[in-house]
């Protein structure tokens, strides 16, 4: 049995290095040993490693490689149209929000002129009413989408960023597939120059589209994201709850995609299933009457016969 075990923790050393070298992030199951309790027991262990960022949701995180959003990664938040551009930006927060509730450092945030032109700046009291302290995020604000992958890459590079969260609208020549293969390796923590990370530290990567048509990328998930219906809170008018997000996984490296709607409570940094609407039913038909009482016999297109 120890042989067995130290053989397993062998060959996962060498799919780290190797996925290291490729510039691929690392998936969980591969930070401990193959063994049957090990491999029941991954998803939650690779948590406390602090390799993902769980939802809390099972039914997310289990379509999710480790059991979580991989760090040390890149993923794409989209949305269809502008006018969802404040869904994009509130469960961006939420991630981060929930990310900072359980490593130390600070969130970088750049976004574009245009981007702030479509969806406004930050909001300071916005972003504590969703959870997430405006006294770690960092704004950047840039003229194009050149100037923001270069302060996407840079950030991810530095020292003590928990996540680079970058708004670029539309889909400009310049966010190619290289250009987040970059973006990707240097979250893994690689990716050389003056700002390679000394830390060892995987920072989130959050790259946000807003009216982006769907583009190859190496985003490891890529959510389409819109607003959903709160749920009622206490006595209060329907729609004043916790913010409500639809989620379409239209993309996965572990191959597994879903919809989901879900709920984010700011005070618990964490997210919940929305129970399904229950609707109008409308009544069984033995319930009602054929044809409305006090009315004749009628005959479509009946006509008078001739004599």
Do not use: Y
């Not at 807003?210 to 990328?217: D, E, F, I, L, R």
């Amino acid at each position: 049995m120890g042989r067995a075990s130290e053989t397993a923790e062998r060959l996962a050393a060498l799919k780290r290095e190797i996925a290291a070298i490729e510039g691929r992030p690392v998936p969980l199951a591969w930070t401990e040993s193959s063994g049957g309790a090990a491999g029941r027991g991954a998803p939650r262990a690779a948590e406390a490693l602090g390799e993902v960022l769980a939802f809390g949701v099972e039914a997310i995180d289990r379509r999710l490689g480790g059991g979580g959003l991989m760090l040390g990664a890149l993923h794409e938040i989209a949305c269809d149209e502008s006018r969802e551009a404040g869904a994009v930006t509130g469960f961006a927060a939420a991630l981060t929000a929930r990310l900072l509730a359980r490593r130390a450092g600070r969130v970088l945030w750049i976004g574009t002129a245009e981007a702030r032109r479509e969806a406004g700046r930050l909001d300071g009291p916005g972003l504590a009413a969703l959870g997430l302290d405006p006294g770690r995020v960092v704004e950047v604000e840039v003229e194009n989408a050149t100037e923001a992958l270069w302060a996407f890459e840079e950030g991810l590079a530095c020292r003590g960023t928990a996540a680079v969260v970058a708004e670029i609208p539309g889909r400009p020549a310049v966010l190619d597939l290289t250009a987040t293969r970059r973006l990707a390796l240097r979250a893994g923590g690689g990716g050389g120059g003056e700002g390679e990370r000394g830390d060892g530290g995987r920072a989130l990567g959050l790259l946000l589209r807003v009216a982006g048509p769907a583009q190859t990328t190496a985003a490891a998930t890529r959510w389409r994201v819109s607003a959903a219906t709160s749920r009622l809170l206490g006595g209060f008018a329907p729609g004043l709850g916790n913010p409500a997000f639809r989620l379409e996984l239209e993309k996965n490296r572990d191959g597994r995609l879903g919809s989901f709607e879900v709920e984010w409570s700011s005070h618990d940094r964490c997210f919940a299933l929305l129970p399904a609407h229950p609707g109008a039913v409308p009544a069984e038909t033995s319930d009602r009457p054929a044809a409305p009482a006090g009315e004749g016999r009628v005959l479509a297109f009946e006509r008078p016969s001739h004599r």
